[in-house]
């Protein structure tokens, strides 16, 4: 990718002994960022990411990532439960995603006074991976190539 791909931030979340370490890292459209099943825009087309590294084909000119959105969240499974709330419930696991209602940014926040950005789909997958250890797929009857 080159330098004028767009540049976003991802959270790295690490558990030890009882202590919440997180660490934001420079998220470049690169290949070293994405998972297996991530979702992401080729052509304007969705897909779904089958194999690392991405195919020399996928450029920064072709290659995009998903902005998260309502519709995106709710294609996740997430249930709005206030204007600005947006939980999906995995038993034990309640993961909740705040939109900040002037900025319209979605943000997560783990620890209290401690949020951060969201912005494409495949951050929200690999963060839901990270906190959950559990894949964040699509509801029943929903594909990536639909």
Known sequence: ???TTPLFFIAVVNYWHGNLELNLIKNEMEAKNFRIGNL????DCLQEIVELPL???CTDKNTNPIKLNEKWLDCF??????SDNF???MSPIIFTIHRNLITKQFMCRLVKDYSFL???VHELQNLFFAITKQELGLKDGISACS
Request: hydrophobic share 40%; no cysteine.
């Open 40 to 43: 992401i825009l080729i052509h």
């Open 118 to 120: 969201v912005e494409n």
């Open 87 to 89: 939980t999906i419930r």
């Open 55 to 57: 195919p020399e084909n």
């Open 1 to 3: 990718m080159t330098a």
């Open 77 to 82: 499974g997430f249930v709005e439960e206030t």
